[in-house]
């Protein structure tokens, strides 16, 4: 199932794109010696994480308060507006902000990993290339959680 079919409003398919500009850089030296960079690469490789086993999805989450925060935290605590809402539909409310706060962290993610996997590509030296693709597999383990979270605990986009 696309991701479309859970959005709360219709949204045209295809993709946002970005026009970049920069250069590849292909390196080839592979050569000893260049032990700090190496380390540093090994040790993010060793401290991966996996979303799927290292967290525990079966932690109720309640989608209308997933902070389990007080109402007056709400943007709209205390106005005309709040007053004249039913629990109901504060709850749709609070459901609301919670899905667009965590697609901000979702799409913020996604921006990350294009981020990084630019540096992976635009660094000079094939160590700083390793090291540099260690981030971006860190950003797109960020991207699968808050991407899984939404659709699971939250259920809107």
């Known amino acids: 199932m696309a991701t479309y079919d859970h959005y709360t409003m219709p949204v045209p398919p295809g993709t946002w794109d970005v026009p970049a500009a920069g250069s590849t ?12 960079l190496l380390d540093l ?4 490789k060793d401290k991966q994480w996996d979303a799927a086993k290292r967290i525990d999805w079966d932690i109720p989450v309640n989608p209308c308060n ?3 925060q007080s109402d007056e935290l709400s943007p709209i605590y205390g106005s005309r507006q709040w007053n004249l809402l039913s629990q109901k539909e504060r709850d749709e409310l609070g459901h609301h902000l919670s899905a667009w706060l965590f697609s901000q962290f979702l799409h913020g993610e996604q921006g990350a990993l294009t981020v990084a ?6 660094v ?4 700083s290339k390793f090291y540099a693709a260690t981030q971006a597999m860190d950003e797109a383990r960020h991207v699968e959680l808050y991407s899984r979270f939404m659709r699971e605990k939250i259920g809107l986009y």
């Open 25 to 36: 850089r292909f390196s080839w030296e592979y050569d000893e010696g260049r032990s700090r």
């Open 41 to 44: 690469y090994q040790r993010g």
């Open 66 to 68: 997933v902070m389990e």
């Open 117 to 122: 996997a630019r540096i992976v590509e635009s």
């Open 124 to 127: 000079p030296d094939m160590d």
